[in-house]
């Protein structure tokens, strides 16, 4: 019997930096200090980075914890500002708006969830809009902002947050953390890709200044155009633009005229839909839109009339196919990031797929016997969480009334995957949202989007009935008062921020 140490991992090398390398490189580098695995990332400037992906959901707080950065530190370097949901208007009608918060909806009450009760006191005229009883979705509207409390007894603890950064800055961020657990960089453009002969293997890169790195495990991040996954290994492709239209974004930054809202915005336009980022020291702005129903100059004068602010730098187009890599590991390469698959930025799960890959990676690890059931495994649990945010991302154009463009009338009649034709039947029945384990958008998200978008179920829990009218009226009151209490008795965002965690422009202000 071989000693298990023969086939121990000892070279990992990350081809392609940015946002993606940089986070496996990060997690790799925590996980392994000091253990006999060696880290190199390969990058090069002249290529350069996607650099969307600014706004994020939740768990990457975890993340970071996890690697254990402190929080005030990084949001000054990455000029991050806080992020309590995404703020949806015009989606299911012109002129409407809605908020899907990282927080709950009310409270269980009698063993029935509370949107269950809502939807009786909605019908008897006893509720007002759901996002009353939510709040993250008041302390939004109200650009009011407190860290959440653990105590489950509190108001404060119904609710999470996420962040809005620079990825640019993050993606150096994450860099200097990483160098300083010991990965190496190397800059270089790579010129050709050596493979085993018999196994088809990646052996080792060929850079433009001559030098060969040979690696064990390879991990792609080379973007769209997946060198290692796709280039050389063949993988193929999913591709899923028939549910998800949308494969170009105009991209540029202005100035803050509107003031430091604790959301990320996302408005729909004729043939796509507009986001607002807002920073420390500027804010983020794109179209996502679809080159079938409109040109890409027409586009551009969507995004650049609808800006609160002159442009800070010359709008940026970003090309794209909706999908996933048909593996995401495949022999020794596992594509991260933008080569293992895209999903537009709607709910603002990029770099959340991203931090999630490296986790499994880490959890299957694997050494070089690349056994089967690991690859097997880890494409089977990322061909799911892609599946389940995509359906997620096919509710929100699906669940639609809007009839004024060709665009919303595709999106709106469009045959739709039958896991989410399930989902929205169940819960047009029976107000039931399907939640399965280890899900990602949990049941207050779909909440928020169902009912946003005007779906209101035909019937909800009848153990709904234990409560009487009048202890009805009262859950709504209690809930909603409750709500406003704390929300009133919360800083302004901005005054938050500023004393929370101060970036560079934010001092500046306040030193002048």
């Known amino acids: 019997m071989s000693d298990y140490n023969d086939k121990k991992i000892r070279q990992v090398l990350i081809v392609g930096g940015g946002t993606a390398g940089w986070i496996a490189a990060a997690a790799l580098?925590?996980?392994?200090?000091?253990?006999?695995?060696?880290?190199?990332?390969?990058?090069?400037?002249?290529?350069?980075?996607?650099?969307?992906?600014?706004?994020?959901?939740?768990?990457?707080?975890?993340?970071?914890?996890?690697?254990?950065?402190?929080?005030?530190?990084?949001?000054?370097?990455?000029?991050?500002?806080?992020?309590?949901?995404?703020?949806?208007?015009?989606?299911?009608?012109?002129?409407?708006a809605y908020a899907h918060p990282f927080g709950a909806f009310g409270e269980s009450a009698a063993g029935v969830g509370f949107h269950h009760h809502w939807l009786r006191a909605r019908q008897k005229g006893l509720a007002s809009d759901i996002g009353d009883y939510s709040l993250s979705v008041q302390m939004m509207k109200?650009?009011?902002?407190?860290?959440?409390?653990?105590?489950?007894?509190?108001?404060?603890?119904?609710?999470?947050?996420?962040?809005?950064?620079?990825?640019?800055?993050?993606?150096?961020?994450?860099?200097?953390?990483?160098?300083?657990?010991?990965?190496?960089?190397?800059?270089?453009?790579?010129?050709?890709?050596?493979?085993?002969?018999?196994?088809?293997?990646?052996?080792?890169?060929?850079?433009?200044?001559?030098?060969?790195?040979e690696a064990d495990l390879f991990i792609d991040c080379t973007g769209f155009r997946g060198l290692l996954i796709e280039q050389t290994l063949?993988?193929?492709?999913?591709?899923?633009?028939?549910?998800?239209?949308?494969?170009?974004?105009?991209?540029?930054?202005?100035?803050?005229r509107d003031g430091h809202l604790p959301?990320?915005?996302?408005?729909?336009?004729?043939?796509?839909?507009?986001?607002?980022?807002?920073?420390?020291?500027?804010?983020?702005?794109?179209?996502?839109?679809?080159?079938?129903?409109?040109?890409?100059?027409?586009?551009?004068?969507?995004?650049?009339?609808?800006?609160?602010?002159p442009p800070l730098n010359e709008p940026k187009l970003l090309k794209f196919v909706t999908g996933k890599r048909k593996k995401q590991w495949h022999k020794n390469v596992v594509a991260i990031g933008l080569s293992s698959g895209f999903l537009e930025p709607l709910e603002s799960t990029?770099?959340?797929?991203?931090?999630?890959?490296v986790t499994h990676l880490v959890d299957m690890f694997p050494d070089k016997d690349f056994r089967d059931e690991d690859r097997d495994e880890y494409n089977r649990i990322m061909h799911r969480e892609y599946t389940r945010v995509r359906d997620f991302l096919i509710l929100h154009y699906h669940a639609t009334e809007r009839a004024d463009s060709d665009y919303?009338?595709?999106?709106?009649?469009?045959?739709i995957p039958d896991s989410l034709s399930y989902e929205m039947e169940l819960f047009r029945q029976r107000a039931v949202v399907v939640n399965y384990q280890q899900r990602f958008f949990l049941e207050p998200s779909w909440l928020a989007v169902?009912?946003?978008?005007?779906?209101?179920?035909?019937?909800?829990?009848?153990?709904?009935?234990?409560?009487?009218?009048?202890?009805?009226?009262?859950?709504?009151?209690?809930?909603k008062s409750r709500i406003d209490q704390a929300v009133e008795a919360m800083p302004d965002n901005r005054a938050f921020l500023e004393a929370y965690c101060p970036g560079t422009a934010v001092a500046e202000r306040i030193m002048s």
Not at 145 to 154: A, G, K
Not at 160 to 187: H, K, M, N
Not at 350 to 357: D, P
């Open 29 to 96: 580098a925590h996980i392994y200090n000091h253990a006999d695995l060696n880290i190199r990332l390969v990058e090069s400037q002249e290529i350069g980075t996607v650099g969307v992906g600014e706004a994020t959901v939740p768990h990457i707080r975890y993340f970071n914890a996890r690697l254990g950065l402190d929080e005030r530190d990084f949001m000054k370097r990455t000029r991050a500002t806080f992020k309590l949901g995404n703020e949806f208007r015009d989606w299911g009608r012109k002129g409407t």
């Open 350 to 357: 990029s770099i959340h797929l991203v931090q999630l890959s």
């Open 450 to 479: 169902y009912f946003g978008q005007g779906i209101m179920p035909e019937a909800c829990d009848p153990l709904t009935a234990r409560l009487s009218d009048a202890e009805l009226s009262a859950l709504m009151t209690r809930t």
């Open 408 to 415: 919303w009338n595709y999106c709106r009649t469009m045959r």
């Open 234 to 256: 063949k993988t193929g492709y999913e591709d899923w633009s028939h549910w998800l239209p949308n494969d170009r974004a105009w991209a540029v930054t202005c100035d803050i």
């Open 142 to 213: 109200k650009a009011r902002f407190s860290l959440p409390v653990s105590d489950p007894q509190s108001v404060l603890s119904t609710f999470s947050y996420a962040y809005q950064f620079d990825a640019y800055l993050y993606a150096a961020y994450l860099r200097a953390y990483s160098e300083a657990r010991g990965v190496v960089r190397t800059e270089g453009k790579v010129t050709g890709v050596d493979q085993h002969p018999e196994t088809g293997y990646v052996t080792a890169i060929q850079l433009a200044s001559g030098e060969r790195i």
């Open 263 to 309: 959301l990320t915005r996302n408005t729909a336009r004729e043939s796509g839909w507009q986001w607002r980022i807002p920073l420390q020291h500027r804010l983020g702005n794109g179209y996502v839109h679809a080159s079938a129903f409109i040109g890409e100059q027409a586009a551009l004068d969507t995004l650049m009339g609808n800006l609160e602010a």
